[in-house]
């Protein structure tokens, strides 16, 4: 399953963009507003929704000022939440979500609305932090 959020223009440079999301602990302002659950511990967070099952996210891959790559932490829910970053005019960013997980349908058509709600409120709320 592939989805992705729409473009949104983020008021800093990439650089500061980049180093903003790769401090985890900021993901906190991000999380939509039915968040009943966060906690860092290193490189991964957990996070819970509410009406859904705790989820812990880890950093697996970043390159500076342009991605950051997040997956899952069990293996039981293969997944990851990819970051794309550039550079727009004026010293700001555009940002794009991806997230691709391997699900079977049942289950994909399940997580298919909640996953789609959850990363469009990141993106949206990257604008604001």
């Known amino acids: 399953m592939k989805l992705e959020t729409p473009i949104v223009t983020i008021s800093k440079t990439p650089a ?3 180093a903003f999301l790769t401090d985890l602990k900021n993901f ?3 999380m939509p507003s039915n968040k009943q659950k966060f906690e860092v511990d290193g490189d991964s967070f957990l996070f819970a929704l509410s009406g859904m099952p705790e989820i812990r996210l ?3 891959e970043k390159i500076p000022n342009e991605k950051i790559v997040l997956g899952a932490a ?10 794309l970053l550039t550079e727009s005019d004026d010293h700001k960013t555009n940002s794009q979500l991806f997230f691709e997980g391997d699900f079977n349908p049942m289950m994909a058509m399940m997580v298919k609305k909640p996953l789609t709600n959850f990363i469009n409120a990141l993106s949206e709320n990257m604008k604001n932090a």
């Open 16 to 18: 500061e963009s980049f």
């Open 28 to 30: 906190d302002q991000l």
């Open 58 to 60: 880890v950093l697996k």
């Open 74 to 83: 069990s293996s039981k829910l293969d997944f990851t939440l990819t970051v």
